[in-house]
């Protein structure tokens, strides 16, 4: 019964929430399935191939205070960092070097990091790799700002909005921080022409299986191009060091659903996965995922950009990483391409 819902899914049926409610209190029936009609699914638009993206977190200063997050500004035990401009454009030449033709600028809500200085960085990149795309993760800003990252040609941008539901949102997050915002974040960022992320953190603390079922419906209506999701690590500097982190087995799962709904959405397999369980990202592509963000910030500031305890790939050099990840990924069955790997609407 559970197997005809899935492959209702997978014929590109909408569930309604109950439906999605019964697939994730019954997944142990019809995880193999999933995985099954997900990686044809996946393969139908995006073939064998996973693409890599080349992440700089260029910055560790927050002002924000979430209370899931290592980095948040009320942790006084981080070792606070910047990278110059001129070291996040060295960061992109040797990801160019290594075949990366999509970097990500991650950072905390940094004010030091102005508009007109973000846009700069872009444009830096743009100008010495224009085969390349740009990917912001920096947060919540105004449309104005927004619309100056886009001119100055940054073309995608990754704001996971963390629940779709407003209650919950506010046990994650202090009093000055708004879900309306985030949701206007995104909708401003669509408006835009960017290919947005979106995504949330799977067994954050108050999180229910209800809730994941309005957070598949909720990305069915939002249509991002990306989905962003990994299990919740608790940080021992946080409030939430206490709390239980989320699991590996309901993280593939829901990748799986995710690749269902949205057939052609760029699906990561999260670092925060690599870390809950040694083969994570392993499993993750084989759930439905098909895309890597290896480490590019210098080794010397990995471990100081640690939203959760236990990180992996910390130490390494990146070009290390990406030849360990290619030999991890082949044994998939698929392959570590290195085009920039867009959203694509039509088929492979
Ligand atoms: N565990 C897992 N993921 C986390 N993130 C932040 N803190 C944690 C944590 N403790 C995720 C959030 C954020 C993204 C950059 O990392 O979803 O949007
Ligand atoms: Fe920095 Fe959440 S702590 S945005």
Redesign the pocket.
């Known amino acids: 019964m559970y197997k005809e819902l899935i492959q209702k899914l997978a014929a590109g049926t909408a569930l309604t929430k109950e439906e999605y409610l019964a697939l994730i209190r019954n997944r142990e029936a019809v995880r193999d399935e999933a995985a099954r009609l997900a990686s044809e699914m996946r393969k139908h638009y995006y073939g064998n191939r996973v693409f890599i993206r080349g992440l700089i977190e260029f910055t560790n200063y927050?002002k924000?205070?979430?209370y899931y997050?290592g980095?948040?500004a009320g942790n006084s035990h981080v070792e606070r960092y910047r990278l110059t401009k001129e070291e996040i454009w060295d960061c992109s030449d040797a990801g160019y070097q290594l075949g990366f033709r999509t970097f990500v600028l991650q950072g905390?809500?940094d004010a030091y990091f102005t508009d007109e200085l973000v846009a700069e960085i872009v444009r830096g990149i743009k100008r010495r790799h224009p085969d390349c795309a740009v990917t912001l993760s920096i947060?919540e800003r105004e449309y104005e700002s927004y619309r100056m990252f886009r001119e100055a040609g940054a073309d995608r941008y990754l704001l996971r909005h963390e629940t779709a539901n407003c209650e919950h949102y506010e046990k994650l997050h202090p009093d000055n921080m708004s879900f309306e915002h985030r949701m206007k974040c995104l909708r401003d960022l669509k408006s835009l022409g960017y290919q947005v992320g979106a995504g949330f953190m799977v067994g954050s603390p108050g999180q229910t299986e209800e809730h994941l079922a309005d957070e598949l419906l909720f990305l069915k209506e939002l249509q991002p191009q990306m989905v962003g999701i990994g299990p919740f690590i608790p940080h021992k500097d946080t409030p939430f060091g206490a709390e239980q982190a989320g699991s590996a087995e309901l993280t593939t799962f829901l990748l799986s659903l995710i690749r269902l709904t949205l057939p052609n959405v760029l699906l990561p397999a999260t670092t925060a996965l690599g870390t809950i369980d040694p083969t994570g990202r392993e499993k993750g592509i084989m759930a439905g995922a098909n895309v890597l963000m290896p480490n590019l910030s210098p080794a010397d500031v990995r471990k100081k950009y640690l939203l959760y305890d236990n990180k992996i790939c910390t130490g390494d050099e990146a070009a290390q990483c990406i030849e360990c990840l290619k030999n991890r990924i082949r044994k998939t069955g698929c392959d570590i391409v290195t085009d920039r790997g867009d959203f694509r609407i039509t088929e492979d």
């Open positions: 927050c924000n205070n979430c997050c980095i948040r905390g809500e947060g």
